[in-house]
């Protein structure tokens, strides 16, 4: 019994539900007006971009397939893995990682694993402000701190793009004469663009590997189906955000 009062009380404190139902209370006093379609319409679409269902289902459309090759035994003599995986803390000098933080941490498995031989960071400052603050440096300095040796280390921290982590990297690799097996690594909603990429880029055996992925297993559950969540709409704002980055890199001759 806690454990539904506990869930009906995160959905009645969350501040999209109080939206939500302030459009109803809206609509209901406004329904003799000629406002009354204009409400509707809004309620309608704050409903439907927050209908986990209908989002997932949509996400699920865009969402990388990589076949779950973390199943198999493949190994690898080369991991890249993209960087915007987090923030950088001034105040403690460290690297604090993001949800996409599961792009090392799936990556470190496999490495443990040996199924990969070596890392390779690529990503640099995100930030106009603070061009010094170059991800991949950070991300290095955590993986020592873990005891990974520096010789299986590469970073590339001068990127500030998808483009340029391929453009980049690429003439990492190129001056060390690499002609290995290559797993690209990076987030489910973020592969179709990058591999696409990547493989516009000249890269030669490169297989893709995914991780933190939006959908999981279709469901059919009362709450997921029809109660609104915000955290649909954070992921259709993502989704959106990259089929944007896709089509404006399509127009620029990048993949």
Known sequence: MFFILSKILAFLIAPYTWLFFGLIYLLKKLWHTPFKKWILGVTMFMYVI?????????????????NDIYLKDSKYDLAIV??????IDERQDRFDFNQ????????????????????????GSGSISKPD???????????????????????????????????????????????????????????RRSLAIFEKAGYKNLTPYVTNKITGIRKFEFDYCFIPNVEAVFSLNLILHEIVGYVTYKAKGYL
């Not at 927050?50 to 990589?66: G, H, I, K, Q």
């Open 100 to 123: 996409s933080g599961d792009r090392l941490f799936q990556t470190l498995e496999l490495y443990h694993k040996q199924r990969v031989k070596k890392l390779l960071i690529t990503g």
């Open 133 to 191: 603050h170059r991800e991949a440096a950070y991300i290095k300095k955590y993986l020592k701190n873990i005891s990974i040796p520096d010789s299986n280390i590469i970073i590339e921290n001068n990127s500030k793009n998808t483009y340029e982590n391929a453009i980049f990297t690429k003439k990492i690799i190129d001056s060390l004469h690499f002609k290995g097996s290559i797993l690209l690594v990076t987030s489910s909603f973020h592969m």
């Open 82 to 87: 993209l960087g915007g995986m987090g923030r």
């Open 50 to 66: 927050s209908n986990s269902f209908l989002v997932d289902e949509f996400v699920r459309a865009w969402e990388y397939c990589d």
